[in-house]
């Protein structure tokens, strides 16, 4: 019998050297340098890119010989290993892909990295009431444009300390005592993905009047001029007007407040020279404060002597169709008299003559149309001067004495004077007079029709308290009048008219410095004024003064300037924090803050910067200073030696410091000696004894001269005084690995010694490691290389059906290598199965038999015999009867694929004992 043995399996043993390096594979049993690559493909740069920022991309790979790069954003394409980014508005998600290509093997991969996009903060906008009330909550609005979205927090300064901070979009605020003049709110929004934020502030009054008083005489003489002085206790500022016999005066501010009881108080100065004439009649000081437009009044009852007086040339009352003669008593200069009815001038007529000296005014037959109040206005060193009046009034002539009735509506009253005072607005009015003669009994009737009038009062412009340059304001004038008001407005620059129009709006471009509107009833003509003092709301000439270059540890002051009307706020930020400066007194409209700061932290180029925004119009600008700072400290290694998890390393405060001032940080956090972290007794060194991967982070030295007191800086507390100065900083990250090395299949874990796969089938497998930095990886097959990238798409040859697949590990900075090897099984067969055993069968002697077959992995075997079933490669087989032949068969099995192969054998049997007979 024919005896079969299995193929035999030629193993290659790869032995992966502490030295090994990416750029070495083995050829015919050599090692040798060849082409290699795209592998170890990563993006560096940020994953989150704010609109209108300008951001940096490098692409890197492991290529021999060289890398040739592209870049895909959307339907955007470029070249090169860096890419400049800077988006103009609002996008989707960006997803940057970089593909690397080896010109000389024409092998390329790409990696990919997913940009979440941002834009603002912007249009940063705090909105609210334009004032505070003592005792009362007022609720503020802060707003801004922020893509995907803001956060907010608020600072509520007071007499330049924070009082409160909040966060949320919006804020309650309650004036902090009653002596508080103005509260600072500022917002500060910021975006929630990028973290950029602005911030801008408002300055809110809390406003009060009270107190008001007028300063003057009580009595005073017509013809002669006297000066009044208004004052209130008001904050920020009032406006005032002046009233006095149905007209309306500005006053002259004074630009001096008045400290009175411990507050300030504002006044303003009227002067009048009386020149028209009442008894008695009220002078009106109305203050209207600026930001809250509340009013507060008072009144001054001032007495009226007047030197002039229109009577009668005779005791004889004024008779309709007689003759009556008027005349002006108390003129020293006759020619300057003029005369007066019902406040309109009198002209000469045919039923009215003047005498040639205008002293006396004859009427040569009084019609019931005359009655009416007459004055003379006399006109002395440029002074008009109203006389006091004389009124005549309904009279007939009646022999004797006549009785008179007087009808308004259905109200009646008797005697030859009717006193009229309308209280409220009533339609046209009817005076109906009657004189009836007791003795005839006969009467005669007159009647006056009288058009109801009222105002203007309350007259009142509103609209911006500041005007923007180059920019047209609008303002409205309103008053109380009836039946109608008319308007007249006048622009005025330097006591100047410059134009003047009608209507209840104007509008107004600078430059101007007042406005005027006067309103005027269509039907009575009585008017009155109003003015309002116009500014232009400006900021220019901002700058920031102080030093350059800088010195840690040391203080230095820097000024912040600008040109304001009506003021400005400052605020200062530096190295990401927002500071308050204190104010400088300058002269108005130089405003100025001044800023402290000591340098204690390292930057080596740092942006002071200067905000400055117009109380008046909100409007900011920004003025920046660049600051070098130097420090006299540093934190270095000992040696050129990198940081190696598992040795010794050295770290050295370099500088001229005193030792025993030293502390060491990590990370903000102090370093305290142990068994493994040993410093020197100077403090000057700093040595790990061995590095540990948890020891990576930022190492500074903190460095304290002179005296000794307590020092807080972050949450480590330093007995020490003097200036804290911090040292530039030392990132250390220490390099380790590989750890244990893996064969993974993504989500599946682990592959194992053995991993079975299928002819032509293919797995995705990862070499996964721990290292720092990271390891390249290398994969073997066949003893051949593989690949160079992490993960691989591995489908395998055959045959063989077994073979060793190896990744390596390695790091060039710790110069050591791990390997994790698997045995890839291709199931094959069962093939060329056979029966090795003797060629015959002997009865009663026993025979061995062994199966086999080309199986991968290994089949298993089912021995057919004497109709019964054996398991296993070999059989033993005893002929215990008479037979000619014996049968029997094997099959073979995978034990992996379940397929199945049979062989069947027949033997000759013989009886070496039968004689033949």
Known sequence: MVHHSARPLLLLLLTCLADFSASETEQDGTMGLTSYGPYSVAISGVDVVTVGIPYGFECSAECYPGCQYSWTRGNVTSQGPELSLQLLHIEPTQILTCTVVNPATGSSASVQKTLQVTAGPSNLLISGPPELTVGAESVFTCSADCYPSCSYSWTVVVDNEVFNTSQGNTISVTPAGSTVDAETLICEAQDTISYLYISTSLLVY??????????????????????????????????????????????????????????????????????????????????????SHATISTTKNLTVIDPFSVRPTSQALPVAGKTFSLQCVGSQNPASIKWLKNKQPVPASEGVHFSVDNITMTFSSLQQTDDGLYQCVVTEGGTPIQSVGYKMQCSASCYPTCQFNWTRGNVTSQGPELSLRLKEIEPTQILTCTAVNPATGMSATAQKTLQTTAGPSNVRISGPAFLTEGVASKYTCSANCYPSCSFLWTIVLDDVVISTMTGNTTTVTPPASELICLVKDTVSFLYVSTRLLLQVASLSDFTITGESTVAMGKQYTYICSAKCVPSCTFTWKYMGKTLNGSQVQNNKPNFASELEITVSDFSKSELLTCEVTNTGNQATVTATKNITVIDPFVVRPTTQALPIAGKPFTLQCVGPQSPATITWLKDKHQILSSKRIVLSPDNTTMTFGPLLQGDGGIYKCLVLEKGNRTLY?????????????????????????????????????????????????????????????????????????????????????????????????????????????????????????????????????????????????????????????????????????????????????????????????????????????
């Open 206 to 291: 809390v406003t009060s009047e009270s107190d008001i008083s007028i300063a003057g005489d009580s009595t005073v003489t017509m013809g002669k001029q006297y000066t009044f002085v208004c004052l209130v206790t008001c904050i920020p500022s009032c406006s005032f007007i002046w009233k006095y016999m149905g007209k309306t005066f500005q006053g002259d501010e004074i630009n001096i407040s008045i400290l009175h009881q411990g507050t300030r108080r504002i006044a303003n100065q009227l002067d009048i020279t009386f020149s028209d004439y009442s008894k008695i009649e009220p002078l009106t000081c109305e203050a209207t404060n600026t930001i």
């Open 713 to 917: 800086y972050d949450t480590l507390v330093v007995a020490e005084s003097g200036t804290p100065i911090l040292s530039v900083g030392y990132l250390m990250q220490v390099n380790y690995g590989p750890d244990e090395v893996l064969i993974v299949k993504p989500n599946k874990g682990t592959v194992g010694e053995m991993m079975i796969t299928l002819s032509g089938t293919t797995t995705e497998l990862q070499c996964l490691t721990d290292c720092f930095p990271a390891c390249s990886i290398t994969w073997f097959y066949l003893g051949k290389l593989l690949a160079t990238n992490t993960s691989i798409l591995f489908t395998p040859v055959t045959p063989p059906y077994e073979a060793p697949l190896t990744c390596v590990a390695f790091n060039s900075v710790t110069k050591s290598n791990r390997t994790a090897e698997t045995t890839v099984v291709v199931p094959d067969g069962p093939k060329n199965v056979n029966i090795a055993g003797p060629d015959s069968l002997e009865i009663g002697v026993t025979a061995s038999f062994t199966c086999s077959a080309e199986c991968t992995p290994a089949c298993s075997f089912t021995w057919n015999l004497y109709g019964e079933t054996v398991m296993g490669r070999v059989v033993d087989i005893t002929v215990n009867r008479h037979v000619s032949r014996e049968s029997f068969s094997c099959q073979a099995e995978n034990t992996f694929t379940g397929k199945t192969a049979v062989i069947n054998e027949t033997l000759s049997v013989s009886d070496p004992h039968w004689c033949g007979c």
